[in-house]
């Protein structure tokens, strides 16, 4: 079965300092990883998938399938940043997702 | 487009009673995922509709059933509640196009609390 791991659980980081959260995954196959933000109030959405290989709101995310990671990254955070990120996996042709538990990011003005 | 609703919005339950859920998907979506959200958790795949039938289901037991209309809408029955059913059930609507992922819009969830 494949599983979905965040470590950390809270990440407070400074206006303009850079943002990494951590998503590692087991899954033997092919997978597709995402990472989905809820911000405050509002419903989850996904923020950006490992195929399109797009930078959305300045994150990107580069999967390594050697460490099995897909680390979410962005240089310079702002405070509409604030929100809890989840880290996503699905298998190849199936469109069920695993999540993770979750990284609540706090931008500190 | 309203996108993804979900009705009631917080339910109070007791432990032995049945429950049921409703989802309305976004405009032009075929397909209903369910989620059980537990606190502090990620959400956790019930189980998918499409085209009335459940197409895959996760790790939950046979109280956990569900329903899909011609109109796409869905529904979700837990019978027997236990305190751990306590959770945000989060519904998800895609397009089955037949190929790849189907990107998967969220409703706002509801949350049902057992006593």
């Known amino acids: 079965a494949q599983r979905v791991t965040q470590p950390e659980k809270l990440l407070s980081v400074f206006k303009g300092a850079p943002v990494e959260l951590k998503c590692n995954y087991s899954y033997s196959g092919s997978p597709e990883l995402f990472w989905y933000v809820q911000y405050s109030r509002q419903r989850l959405q996904l923020l950006l998938r490992?195929?399109s290989r797009e930078s959305i709101k300045g994150f990107t995310a580069d999967l390594n399938k050697g460490e099995t990671s897909f680390h979410l990254k962005k240089p310079f955070a702002q405070e509409e940043d604030s929100a809890m990120y989840y880290c996503?996996?699905?298998?190849?042709?199936?469109?069920?997702?695993?999540f993770g538990k979750g990284n609540q990011v706090v931008v500190i003005p | 487009d309203a996108g993804v609703t979900q009705s009631p919005t917080h339910l109070i339950k007791t432990r032995g009673q049945q429950v049921t859920l409703r989802c309305s998907p976004k405009?032009?979506?075929?397909?209903v995922s369910w989620y059980q959200q537990a606190l502090g958790q990620g959400p956790q795949f019930i189980f998918q509709?499409?085209?009335?039938?459940?197409?895959q289901r996760g790790n939950f037991p046979d109280r956990f059933s569900g329903h899909q209309f011609p109109n796409y809408s869905s529904e979700l029955n837990v019978n027997a509640l236990l305190l751990g059913d306590s959770a945000l059930y989060l519904c998800a609507s895609s397009l089955n196009t037949g190929q790849g992922f189907y990107e998967q819009y969220f409703g706002p969830g509801t949350r049902l609390t057992v006593t």
């Open positions: 490992h195929i």
């Open positions: 996503a996996l699905s298998r190849e042709g199936n469109n069920r997702l695993a």
């Open positions: 405009s032009g979506h075929d397909t």
């Open positions: 509709y499409y085209e009335e039938e459940e197409r």
